[in-house]
C-alpha cells in the first residue's frame, strides 16, 4: 500500500532545462573569461617589472653623468678664471710697456720742444707772443721752459741715477694737463721754424711804444 500512496517524481520541463544549461554555460564562459584575464596579467606584469628595473637603471646612469659632466664643467671654469687672471696680467704688464715707451718718446720730443721755446724766448720775444707763435697757453709755454732749465741744471750737476724729472711731467693730451699742440703748428715746424731776429723784435717793440706815446 505504501508504495501505491507514494507520490510520483516531477519531471523538469524542457524550457527548465533549456535555462539551467544557458547558466551553465553563461558561469563557464565566465570562468575561462577570467582564466583568460589572469593569464593577460600575468603576461603583462613580467615585461612591466622589467621595463621599469631598466627604467630605473637609465634614471642612474643618467644622474651619474650628469654629476660627472657639472663636475667636469667646474673644473674647466676654474681653469678658465686661472688663464683669465694670467692673461689679465700680461695685458696690464703690456699696456704699462706701452705707456712707458710713449712716455720715453714723448719726453724727447718735448725736449726739441722745450729747446725751441728757449730759442724763440733768447730772440727776446715775450712769454705771450710765443705762446701765440707756436700755438699753445702760455702757462705749457712756461713748463716747457722750466723744463728746459731742469734739464740744464741736470745736464750740470753730478750724474745721478734718479729719473728725468720733465719726462712725468708731460702727458700725450698736452704739457701739465695743457691742451695739445695745434696740429697745424707741429713740433717738427717748431723745431725748422727759424727764431725772429732781434732786431725785427726790437723795432716791433719801439712801434708798439710809439703808439702808446702817440695815444697819449
Known amino acids: 500500500m505504501a508504495e501505491n500512496t507514494a507520490r510520483p517524481r516531477r519531471r523538469r520541463s524542457t524550457a527548465a532545462l533549456e ?9 563557464a564562459e565566465q570562468l575561462e573569461r577570467e582564466r583568460a584575464n589572469e593569464r593577460r596579467i ?8 622589467e621595463a621599469a628595473a631598466a627604467v630605473e637603471s637609465i634614471e642612474r646612469k643618467r644622474d ?11 673644473r674647466k ?3 678658465l678664471d686661472r688663464q683669465k687672471e694670467v692673461k689679465t696680467g700680461e695685458h696690464h704688464r703690456r699696456c704699462d710697456e706701452v705707456r712707458a ?22 730772440a727776446e720775444v715775450t712769454l705771450s707772443a710765443t705762446a701765440t707763435l707756436l700755438g699753445l697757453p702760455v702757462k705749457a709755454v ?42 697745424a703748428a707741429p713740433d717738427s715746424a717748431v ?4 727764431a725772429p731776429d732781434v732786431g725785427d723784435a726790437s723795432a716791433g717793440v719801439d712801434e708798439r711804444t710809439a703808439h702808446q706815446e702817440m695815444s697819449d
Open 142 to 183: 712756461t713748463a716747457l721752459l722750466r723744463d728746459s732749465a731742469d734739464d740744464e741744471a741736470e745736464a750740470s750737476a753730478p750724474t745721478s741715477t734718479a729719473p728725468k724729472a720733465s719726462a712725468g711731467r708731460f702727458s700725450a693730451s698736452g704739457v701739465d694737463g695743457a691742451p695739445p699742440v695745434n696740429d
Open 101 to 122: 715707451d710713449a712716455a720715453m718718446e714723448i719726453a724727447e720730443w718735448r725736449e726739441v720742444m722745450s729747446a725751441s721755446v728757449r730759442q724763440i724766448r733768447a
Open 191 to 194: 723745431v725748422d721754424r727759424k
Open 64 to 74: 651619474s653623468r650628469i654629476t660627472a659632466l657639472e663636475e667636469q664643467l667646474e
Open 77 to 79: 671654469l676654474a681653469e
Open 19 to 27: 535555462r539551467l544549461e544557458s547558466a551553465r554555460r553563461r558561469r
Open 42 to 49: 600575468d603576461e603583462a606584469l613580467g615585461p612591466f617589472a
